[in-house]
């Protein structure tokens, strides 16, 4: 089993310091610590082991150091900052562990640029060496790219020329979309095999900023200085601290603190049941704060988070996601007015920014999502947005026989009109709507009603309202279809159907990129046994099949 | 050899009919006349063939019937509109050939489209009956879908639960993004096999227009007689024949009367040379006109996409494209200049909007295109384009020595600043220099002038300009360099790195969902001896491996 869960005390590839209002995030990959065996992660080469521990390092950084403004990535090797993906793990792993590997290195590269841009945490790159493949892409995620002039140091992305495969952490739309490279330009730059260094690196806005050896530390920390000063973060406030999840893991079930998942083998499905707050919201943000990371929403965000990827890597073969709630709609509104009225604290925000990038990676997970609104649920504002993320959507009209009195309601709240917009830059109801924008408004107008599933289903909000005559039938039905139909053809209709509308850099690497990476890595020319994944170090030069497609 | 060319008198699958302003495009295919031996054309399915006629037949209503308004596609078979591509075709193609058959249905699907926006020749759909797959996506293309109430007649995707794959032809992203059907019903609409029909589809916003048997034929003649109404095309000016293209086809040779294509297969490149004008730009617009389609620009344009489609489905070991130019660019300025000063004409619209057509079909091919200017070549203005299409551009510094006093130029025209954007909604030269829009302003500054290479160069509008002494040696070991690489990892590199800035419809379909659909036809669940679309028709159930990635 892969566990998400980390912790600094454990980290066997990052080190941490602070100087002020900068941290230090220094990559020094211990070639022996790999996640599997069979392969060393020779020269700052990374597997998910190695993400894992940025991931949570990342995350850790905006939320137990708020007075962090900047962060630096740096190599603790000589001239060599970072060599990507190690390959020789790319050429042993499944087709699934690669696809889902660059999946989660993509959404901790997105949570870099979310810092960067959201949290006033901005990341600099200070390459002292070269920078090859997932290396450069990582640079490309941040801020600011510093590179060292020492006739060394480049940055390079040379999967085409010496994999057969495609850059896969977003490194080729960020080169064109981000930086703007000039596309001939960038044409060139992803042939070089040994990459491109100094003036010309500049010049082609591969990198901001050329530095001589001799000044490269005291650029790099005057740039971090100079950023952090910029920073609307506190400078003086504490941080809180994210503790071990409460988790247990058996057979067939994962058992969080606030949140169950009871896995169906035999139909592919995992329940995910939301256990509302056993406790009233806090009154006010000092109470919240002093609660930690134990405050419910906050809980429940890192729960589901870790749900999530713990599905997606270590039980592919779950195809869909039930997903339910139980609380009252009541307890959850008490705690979202208090992270609205506070949406300008620093601890909060970074609250809501969680939830956003943890609602993100539901949409871009692999899985049916099919969530199910019925008598004692609390889908209330940022957990309506469980409804708004999934394929379809089920409440029940009227009561279920035997708990007779009880109503299923869905209630909205600010939070489902701006603060958690999905990877296309609007939110999941303008996204739902845009054929019928006024629709948006309409569900303005209904926050805070409970709503029942007539109204929900008149308002557009739901898929369908059977009632309880139906709902068993119809949802065993629906669960059995789903199963039936071919993951991969399943994986690629939600991927379109679930983006509509605007387009942006993120969607463009998911929906895009990806798609064309999880098409190269099935191709012989790539992964076969006379494949360049496979033959790479071997001195055989690999033998492609020329037909253009 | 497939052959795209081809003409009414020869067509199986469709009938033309005219009615006043209004043409009538009847779908019906013969069973028996499929491309390749093997399978039957049942249900007006169709094949390549039957599209290489569809768009034969759009190219003509645009340039031969001027007074054309409005053109109502329809089927000729009882209670069936169309089945979509043909399953047993599919089932036996190859992998490139299946890719290549999709990127051309969606090409001739984005030209209706075309002609509905740009050309005021707007498509209406009649369905008379089921509406299945790629059927249903060929209605999806056209501006206005009128189903029959007649209980039957139904409108389907059932690619993911009947054949494991995805709706070939941009089906997903028109229904969320054209039609903005909302996402869970689109996923319900994607899963029922036998499809929707009557009032829902028409509340889905799956259709346009129900209309009970006994009023079908006359609502879809008032609507379509309405359309043509509105329409700015000339209703009494007389149109052009597109006459057979003058061409001869040879071992590695194909040349036409304005270009020239050498293929060296062990490169595996084609040399595409085109062949400037013979003769002076006619003078006035009634002297284009009597020249019909021996204008030269229209003639280059014709031969040249054929000679895109020639080389993708015929020639699929071929990975690059060298783009040469012979001829002086004042002769091609005066064409430009008659086209720019007469743009509101129809035919000029339409020879400038089937350039723009051309141009993209270039950019969506799966090929390297590299581009050459050399000493004696007329790249200005429209033919510029091809330079900025390229992967990269070459452009001579200097003379060669054997050519003493020639020097290589490239001029621009108003044709780079508007009227031929890519699929991006963009031009060229925009996409070029999204890090530097001022670039764009200052090319403007240079239109008309022979800019030498260092001053194309300085400019940014080509990537290299080595001189005589390099110029051979590095054009060689570029190509060398080139036809080493993976034949899919330079599909998937330049698909990325071409688009830059913003998405459309049109790329999304071509940059996302096109390459779900290539690695879903690479997918076991799909293609294999037990996959979907083999045994679709065999009563047996594929068996699916249900790994989500």
């Given at each position: 089993m892969i566990d998400f869960q980390t912790h600094p005390d454990r980290y066997r590839h990052w080190q941490i310091s602070y100087s002020d209002r900068v941290a230090y995030l220094t990559m020094s990959v211990d070639?022996?610590?790999?996640?599997?065996?069979?392969?060393e992660l020779k020269l700052n080469s990374y597997d998910l082991g190695v993400d894992i521990e940025l991931y949570d390092a990342v995350q850790r950084l905006r939320f137990e150091r708020p007075e962090i403004g900047a962060v630096v990535i740096q190599s603790s090797l000589d001239r060599v900052f970072c060599a990507g993906a190690n390959i020789k793990m790319l050429g042993q792993s499944s087709h699934a562990h690669k696809v889902n590997f660059c999946k989660f290195t993509n959404e901790t590269r997105n949570a870099i640029e979310d810092a960067s841009e959201n949290s006033s945490q901005r990341y600099i790159s200070a390459i002292n060496g070269t920078a090859a493949g997932g290396g450069y892409e990582l640079a490309l995620s941040t801020d600011h790219i510093i590179l060292v002039d020492d006739g060394n140091a480049s940055v390079s992305l040379p999967e085409v020329p010496l994999?057969?495969?495609?850059?896969?952490?977003?490194g080729l739309t960020r080169l064109v979309?981000?930086?703007?490279?000039?596309r001939d330009l960038a044409d060139v730059f992803c042939t070089i095999e040994e990459g491109i260094k100094g003036q010309r690196a500049l010049e082609w806005r591969l990198v901001d900023e050329l530095v001589p050896t001799s000044q490269f530390q005291q650029a790099v920390s005057e740039r971090a200085n100079e950023f952090a000063q910029m920073?609307?973060?506190?400078?003086?406030a504490p941080g809180i601290t994210l503790t071990s999840l409460q988790r247990e893991i058996s057979a067939d079930e994962v058992d969080y603190s606030t949140l169950r998942v009871v896995l169906d083998r035999t139909k592919r499905l995992a329940e995910l049941t939301i256990i509302g707050p056993d406790a009233e919201s806090p009154k006010s943000i000092e109470e919240m704060i002093s609660l930690g990371d134990q405050f419910w929403p906050l809980r429940l965000g890192r729960e589901l988070d870790d749900a999530l990827l713990h599905l997606r890597l270590n039980e592919t073969e779950i195809g869909t996601l039930v997903v339910k709630s139980e609380g009252t709609s009541e307890r959850i509104q008490a705690f979202e007015k208090l992270l609205l009225e506070n949406s300008d604290h620093w601890l909060v925000r970074e609250i809501i920014l969680y939830w956003k990038r943890t609602l993100k990676r539901l949409d871009v997970t692999s899985k049916t999502t099919f969530t199910l609104v019925e008598p004692g649920s609390c889908f209330s504002g940022f957990l309506a947005e469980l409804i708004f993320a999934a394929d379809r959507a089920y409440m029940l009209e009227g009561e279920f026989e035997d708990r007779p009195g009880e109503y299923a309601t869905l209630r909205l709240s600010?939070?489902?009109?701006?603060p958690l917009p999905m990877a296309n830059g609007i939110t999941r109801l303008q996204t739902r709507f845009l054929g019928e924008p006024e629709a948006v408004d309409r569900a303005e107008d209904l926050i805070g009603q409970d709503l029942s599933a007539g109204e929900a289903l008149a308002a557009g909000l739901i898929t369908y309202a059977p009632d309880d005559i139906d709902w068993d039938d119809e949802i065993r039905l629906l669960l059995e279809e789903r199963s039936s139909f071919s993951a991969d053809s399943l994986t690629g209709l939600e991927a379109n159907l679930r983006f509509a509308g605007p387009e942006t850099m993120e969607t463009k690497i998911f929906g895009r990129l990806s798609a064309w990476q999880n098409w190269i890595f099935q191709r012989p020319n790539a992964?076969?046994?006379?494949g360049a994944l496979q033959l790479y170090g071997s001195g055989i030069r690999p033998k492609y099949n020329p037909e253009r497609v």
């Amino acid at each position: 089993m892969i566990d998400f869960q980390t912790h600094p005390d454990r980290y066997r590839h990052w080190q941490i310091s602070y100087s002020d209002r900068v941290a230090y995030l220094t990559m020094s990959v211990d070639l022996n610590a790999g996640l599997s065996e069979g392969y060393e992660l020779k020269l700052n080469s990374y597997d998910l082991g190695v993400d894992i521990e940025l991931y949570d390092a990342v995350q850790r950084l905006r939320f137990e150091r708020p007075e962090i403004g900047a962060v630096v990535i740096q190599s603790s090797l000589d001239r060599v900052f970072c060599a990507g993906a190690n390959i020789k793990m790319l050429g042993q792993s499944s087709h699934a562990h690669k696809v889902n590997f660059c999946k989660f290195t993509n959404e901790t590269r997105n949570a870099i640029e979310d810092a960067s841009e959201n949290s006033s945490q901005r990341y600099i790159s200070a390459i002292n060496g070269t920078a090859a493949g997932g290396g450069y892409e990582l640079a490309l995620s941040t801020d600011h790219i510093i590179l060292v002039d020492d006739g060394n140091a480049s940055v390079s992305l040379p999967e085409v020329p010496l994999l057969a495969v495609l850059p896969g952490t977003g490194g080729l739309t960020r080169l064109v979309d981000k930086r703007k490279v000039r596309r001939d330009l960038a044409d060139v730059f992803c042939t070089i095999e040994e990459g491109i260094k100094g003036q010309r690196a500049l010049e082609w806005r591969l990198v901001d900023e050329l530095v001589p050896t001799s000044q490269f530390q005291q650029a790099v920390s005057e740039r971090a200085n100079e950023f952090a000063q910029m920073s609307d973060r506190p400078a003086e406030a504490p941080g809180i601290t994210l503790t071990s999840l409460q988790r247990e893991i058996s057979a067939d079930e994962v058992d969080y603190s606030t949140l169950r998942v009871v896995l169906d083998r035999t139909k592919r499905l995992a329940e995910l049941t939301i256990i509302g707050p056993d406790a009233e919201s806090p009154k006010s943000i000092e109470e919240m704060i002093s609660l930690g990371d134990q405050f419910w929403p906050l809980r429940l965000g890192r729960e589901l988070d870790d749900a999530l990827l713990h599905l997606r890597l270590n039980e592919t073969e779950i195809g869909t996601l039930v997903v339910k709630s139980e609380g009252t709609s009541e307890r959850i509104q008490a705690f979202e007015k208090l992270l609205l009225e506070n949406s300008d604290h620093w601890l909060v925000r970074e609250i809501i920014l969680y939830w956003k990038r943890t609602l993100k990676r539901l949409d871009v997970t692999s899985k049916t999502t099919f969530t199910l609104v019925e008598p004692g649920s609390c889908f209330s504002g940022f957990l309506a947005e469980l409804i708004f993320a999934a394929d379809r959507a089920y409440m029940l009209e009227g009561e279920f026989e035997d708990r007779p009195g009880e109503y299923a309601t869905l209630r909205l709240s600010d939070f489902n009109f701006g603060p958690l917009p999905m990877a296309n830059g609007i939110t999941r109801l303008q996204t739902r709507f845009l054929g019928e924008p006024e629709a948006v408004d309409r569900a303005e107008d209904l926050i805070g009603q409970d709503l029942s599933a007539g109204e929900a289903l008149a308002a557009g909000l739901i898929t369908y309202a059977p009632d309880d005559i139906d709902w068993d039938d119809e949802i065993r039905l629906l669960l059995e279809e789903r199963s039936s139909f071919s993951a991969d053809s399943l994986t690629g209709l939600e991927a379109n159907l679930r983006f509509a509308g605007p387009e942006t850099m993120e969607t463009k690497i998911f929906g895009r990129l990806s798609a064309w990476q999880n098409w190269i890595f099935q191709r012989p020319n790539a992964v076969s046994e006379e494949g360049a994944l496979q033959l790479y170090g071997s001195g055989i030069r690999p033998k492609y099949n020329p037909e253009r497609v």
